[in-house]
T-cell receptor, first 110, second 113 residues
Framework: EADIYQTPRYLVIGTGKKITLECSQT?????MYWYQQDPGMELHLIHY???????EKGDLSSESTVSRIRTEHFPLTLESARPSHTSQYLC?????????FGQGTRLTVV | GQQLNQSPQSMFIQEGEDVSMNCTSS?????WLWYKQEPGEGPVLLIA?????ELTSNGRLTAQFGITRKDSFLNISASIPSDVGIYFC?????????????FGKGTRLHILP
């Protein structure tokens, strides 16, 4: 069973607010990923990390930022939320091969 | 960047039918993974394949790692309503530090009443 957790599960927030989506894993995985996914659509990689102090932009441009100060945590921050940021955000981690996902955060910006 | 071509994009089938979907790449992969995602949840790993030619089963699911290492197949036998969801293939070229997992665009499985 995967030990990767995302909070909150659901978030409704007003335009212009700053938000941080949390992702934590207890598997000691070096690699962590953030994906953005609209309902029923493909997974878009927006950020990834190879380990502590490593962060890279993904294939889809995103206004969000990430940090990796500790192996276990990979938070994603939006400085000023906009309605176009409304989506599901999925966090994943792996060491070498199999990746495990959190349950996702469903973000709605009104 | 690298891409995985997953097909079909959607499937509409009757309960009890067998299902087949595949994933292809122009590059060689050393690992193939198959995931299922249900609405509102994160993808869950179904089957992992590590060796060319490998055929692995998980209940009614069977997946194969293509001999050329450029493709993989997932079959579901005797589909049931709870099989509904999005199935994603994923591959990794080299399981080392600098290699990340690449996902296909998903196959959406619908079961007709």
């Amino acid at each position: 069973e995967a030990d990767i957790y995302q909070t909150p599960r659901y978030l409704v927030i007003g335009t212009g607010k700053k938000i941080t989506l949390e992702c934590s894993q207890t598997m000691g995985h070096d690699k962590m990923y953030w994906y953005q996914q609209d309902p029923g659509m493909e997974l878009h990689l927006i950020h990834y990390s190879y380990g502590v102090n490593s962060t890279e932009k993904g294939d889809l441009s995103s206004e969000s930022t990430v940090s990796r100060i500790r192996t276990e945590h990979f938070p994603l921050t939006l400085e000023s939320a906009r309605p176009s940021h409304t989506s599901q955000y999925l966090c994943a981690s792996n060491r070498n091969t199999e990746a495990f996902f959190g349950q996702g955060t469903r973000l709605t910006v009104v | 960047g690298q891409q995985l071509n997953q097909s079909p994009q959607s499937m509409f089938i009757q309960e009890g039918e067998d299902v087949s979907m595949n994933c292809t790449s122009s590059s060689i992969f050393n690992t193939w993974l198959w995931y299922k995602q249900e609405p509102g949840e994160g993808p869950v790993l179904l089957i992992a394949l590590y060796k060319a030619g490998e055929l692995t089963s998980n209940g009614r699911l069977t997946a194969q790692f293509g001999i050329t290492r450029k493709d993989s197949f997932l079959n579901i036998s005797a589909s049931i309503p709870s099989d509904v969801g999005i199935y994603f293939c994923a591959g990794q070229m080299r399981p080392n530090r600098d290699d990340k997992i690449i996902f296909g665009k998903g196959t959406r499985l619908h079961i007709l009443p």
